[in-house]
């Protein structure tokens, strides 16, 4: 017999980033907050915003929320604690240092290759070319020029950046339509359309809160599986009764949250 009863369902998007700041010096280890914010986290909204039948609950990460308050700040001012931002508006890339080299080198290929590099040209010949110097051995990538880091860095963001924003964005289609040879003038271009999104993330979603088209929950401050990596048995704190699983620890859990 089929059931005629509705079927109750909540949607729940959660959105949370670790802390990826350096106690001591406030410095960014990571990137990954600003590069979710510019994709994820805009995108989102901009779905709900144009689906005003969509009903959902989005749960938003107290740290998360921190780190998108210091990334802001971090626009406004200027005073940039995150090292790929600084070089993505670094004027002259060819008088960078090795390891800053290095640094993009290794991170401007982190992403899903098949999505985010294989569909555009110009930055799948940027990843060929560093396969073909790289199979020369390492101190050859001394010959990438400078120009290459900056079509590198800024074809990283480029495809990273939410498809909403792409489409909204006149500045995102005439970089991606030029496609290499990227100024330092065009890069800083993207840092500041980067830092008008970033600044607009939480607004939106409370606007569509103060609409009435979502409800907003949070959590612990800090990343809340962060105590289950070192001990599964943190969560009797809050579920004395809860089942747990067969293993004792998360394996390798103390090391990720390093």
Known sequence: MVSTLPLRLVLVWHMHQPDFRDFATGEF???WVYLHAIKDYSDMAAHLEQHPTIRAVVNLVPILLDQLDDYAD?????????????LLITEDLDDIDPSDRRFLLDQCFRANHTKMVEPYAPYRRLQELYNFVQAHGSDCIEYLSGQYLADLVTWY?????????????????????????????????????????????????????????????????FHPIGPLMLDFTAARDSLPDGPLPHADHYPGGRSRLA
Do not use: C
């Not at 890069?187 to 939480?202: S, T």
């Open 74 to 86: 971090q626009f406004a001012s200027g005073h940039i604690r995150d090292r790929l931002l600084r």
């Open 157 to 221: 963001h480029l495809a990273w950046t939410g498809e909403t924003v792409r489409r909204r964005e006149e500045t995102i289609v005439q970089l991606m339509s030029k496609g290499e040879g990227f100024t330092a003038a065009e890069r800083r271009q993207l840092f500041e359309l980067f830092g008008a999104v970033i600044r607009d993330i939480v607004p939106r979603y409370r606007r569509l809160a103060e609409l009435g088209r979502i409800e907003l929950s949070t959590t612990p401050y």
């Open 29 to 31: 280890n990571h990137p």
